[in-house]
């Protein structure tokens, strides 16, 4: 809002006297809710007495009839040697209109001023229209009485803050922004005096871009029916990716034996189930496709495939392979290897004899002699090959002669070894008597070792009923013999 000063900043000077007026600030209009600030001044030597301000009626400020009655506190006065000085603060749209001027007895009267306040607009556009195209939106809206500038703001519905424009004219194009995305938008009359705050001077609207998004294809396609042979195929799949999005179109494409057969356009775009009736055995691909005016040259397409049968029989499930039987690698003598350790100290060096004898026949089902006297330790042992699915105490020893063995008289025990089942078990006599005349068998899964002690000073044993002969040296596979 802006004083007119008619004119501007004159420094009156009347023919009879020193009496002037000015006026601050100097616009020709004052802006709404600004300090009027008037001064008079004259010379106190020459011309005596106080000026009074008075109102285009002639009334003075001063008078408590007036609205400036500066001792009702609107009208602020300051005064001194030669100067009043009266502020009017926060200059209101009232204002406009009013005339100061100063007088002085026997002096005279200053020039007249006339206030002029510009203050906002007050109230909203009557109209406002937007009209969207894809990343655009032209705005536009009727004029507003004093208003020379407009505030346009606009933002999504998820958005916090308001993007903010000022014009001074009626229309504006909105640039950059989302396809298929609502916005609002608003707009505030406004000038040089500012805006008024009020809901009431805003008027807003809504609008949506244009969508040119191609569809999804359709999610979890399945094909079933209720037979292997049937016919009668039903399709089902969900629009879940599709939210959102413009479907114009769905249809499906069937081809039998890599063939096309007929293409099937759905009248509901809300659908998420077909059946579809084929001809006969064969095997069947079904092409679903989405499509709206967006979706040319874009992959919008799922696929499932559905044999049909001549025979309602399922097709054979697929077995598990056989279970390859156990491997027993039951050894007569401790074999060439490292990995395999004697059991006891004790027996290491008779196990190491054993070792000489590589040459020797090393697998199950042979007999070995054993020779002893009466008294005497016998250790006689089994072993496993590192490929055997057993381990040492599997290994079960028993007696052709009918002696009944000790179970504690047996031990079996693992090799040390790493990712390897080696393994020896061993049977002991720690005293050997003229009744343990006879033939021992070690035995795991379908194999066996055999070992046909013969003890000096008693009676030979024979061997499956056959009569004894005349024992040679002992071929100990897997036997141990301690003095």
């Not at 007119?4 to 006297?17: D, K, M, N, Q, W």
């Not at 040697?81 to 009267?109: H, N, Y």
């Not at 938008?185 to 500012?194: E, I, L, Q, Y």
């Not at 063995?405 to 090799?415: M, T, V």
Request: glycine letters at 6%.
């Amino acid at each position: 809002m802006l004083l007119s000063l008619v004119p501007l900043l004159a420094l009156v000077t009347l023919a009879r006297s020193q009496l002037t007026l000015t006026v601050s600030p100097e616009d020709e209009e004052l802006l709404w809710k600004t300090d009027l600030t008037l001064t008079c001044t004259w010379d106190p030597v020459k011309s005596k007495g106080t000026p009074d301000v008075v109102d285009g009626e002639g009334e003075s400020v001063f008078n408590e009839a007036s609205k400036y009655y500066s001792e009702g506190g609107r009208v602020k006065l300051e005064e001194g040697a030669g100067f009043m000085k009266l502020t009017i603060p926060q200059l209101m749209a009232g204002d406009s209109g009013s005339k100061f001027s100063c007088t002085m007895s026997r002096v005279g009267t200053s020039q007249e001023y006339n206030v002029k306040v510009l203050e906002p607009p007050s109230v909203a556009t009557a109209s406002l229209t937007a009209t969207a195209e894809f990343t655009t939106a032209s705005i536009s809206f009727d004029s507003v009485e004093l208003a020379t500038l407009y505030k346009v703001d606009y933002k999504t519905e998820s958005a916090s803050e308001w993007i903010s424009q000022e014009i001074s004219t009626t229309t504006l194009d909105l640039t950059g922004l989302e396809v298929a995305t609502t916005y609002t938008v608003r707009v505030r009359p406004g000038n040089r005096a500012g805006y008024r705050e009020g809901e009431e001077l805003i008027k807003s609207t809504e609008f949506t871009t244009k969508d040119n998004r191609p569809p999804k294809p359709v999610d979890n396609l399945k094909a079933t029916s209720a037979g292997y042979n049937i016919t009668d195929i039903t399709l089902t799949w969900t629009l879940d990716s599709n939210k959102g999005l413009k479907i114009a179109g769905i249809s499906i494409k069937v081809l039998k034996n890599n063939t096309a057969v007929e293409t099937i356009d759905l009248d509901d775009l809300t659908a998420i189930e077909e059946t579809v009736a084929v001809g006969g055995p064969g095997v069947y691909e079904f092409i679903v496709t989405t499509s709206n005016d967006f979706s040319e040259g874009v992959e919008t397409s799922a696929t499932v495939s559905k044999t049909v049968k001549e025979t309602t029989a399922p097709p054979p499930v697929p077995t598990e392979p056989p279970t390859p039987p156990p491997v027993e690698g039951l050894l007569c003598k401790k074999p060439a290897s490292a990995d395999y350790q004697v059991n006891t100290e004790d027996n290491a060096a008779e196990a190491e004899e054993t070792e000489t004898e590589g040459e020797e026949s090393n697998t199950a089902e042979e007999i070995s002699v054993v020779e002893a006297t009466v008294g005497e330790t016998v250790t006689m042992q089994c072993y496993l090959d590192t490929a055997s699915t057993f381990h040492a105490a599997n290994i079960t020893w028993s007696s052709k002669m009918g002696v009944d063995l000790d179970p504690e008289a047996a031990s079996s025990e693992e090799a040390d070894t790493e990712a390897k089942k080696a393994a020896v078990s061993t049977f002991v006599f720690s005293s050997v008597g003229d009744n343990h005349n006879g033939v021992y068998t070690c035995k795991v899964g379908n194999e066996t070792c055999e070992f046909q002690l013969v003890v000096q000073g008693a009676v030979e044993a024979p061997v499956d009923g056959a009569p004894s002969r005349a024992l040679g040296p002992a071929i100990l596979l897997l036997l141990a013999r301690l003095l």
